[in-house]
Each structure stands twice: as structure tokens, then as C-alpha cells.
């Protein structure tokens, strides 16, 4: 797969969420990786700063990728969905963790507290939880 162009398939603010897609495209018969899952496992506040969790394809694979993706169901905050435009496609950060890890690394304590943020995937509609 490496010597083969790559697209993104789907962002996930979840490592779990991440792995669902990967095994729904597997079943599908779609060569699908998890990418820097390795760096969420060890630091899962960098979730946010990297815009997510990316499930790749091959570039041939990725219409049929995405039909698998949005023919299953969305695992998404609570079950919410966009107030705009109704789409489930959406993906939940936590804003304020980067304040609280600078606040411990510098004063030993966090100072601060974190929120939930919902973004829409599709329209890019934003709101807090």
C-alpha cells in the first residue's frame, strides 16, 4: 500500500472510532489503515492539534470506501447531528487541554478547564456541547 498513492477515507476524533471504520472497510474487502494511531495512544491531546485521527485507502479504493462509510452507521457524539444541515457527520474536540498541559508542564497543576466543541464534517457548522 505504501508504494501506492493514499487518500483519506474518513477523520475520527476517536481512536475506537478510527478502528470501526478501519474493520467496516476491511469487511468490505478495502485495504484500510489507522494513521497516527501510534502518537494519539501515547499522547491523546494531541488529537485536536492533528485535526483528528485519518483512516486511509488506496486512492482506487476511496469511492468505495466512502459508500461503506456512509452506508454504516456513524458513531458520533451522543448521537447528535449538525443543527444546520442534519448531517451525522461529525467530530468532537476538546478545546482548552492544550492551556492545561502547558500549566502542568510549567506549574505542576493544571489551571483551566477544558470543552467540548462539535464540528460538522460536511458544512462546518461548530458548536459547544
Known sequence: MMS???AIAGIY???TQAHLARIRLEGGGIDAHVFDDGVVTANPLLVPAMGGIRVVVRSCDLKEAEAI?????????????????????????????RFAFLTILFLG?????SRSKITCQDCGHSWRE
Open 69 to 97: 462509510l456512509s452506508h454504516s452507521p456513524k458513531i458520533s457524539a451522543e448521537d447528535q447531528s449538525c443543527p444546520d444541515c442534519q448531517s451525522t457527520n461529525i467530530i468532537k474536540t476538546r478545546s482548552g487541554l
Open 4 to 6: 501506492e498513492k493514499i
Open 109 to 113: 497543576f493544571p489551571v483551566g478547564r
Open 13 to 15: 476524533s476517536d481512536l
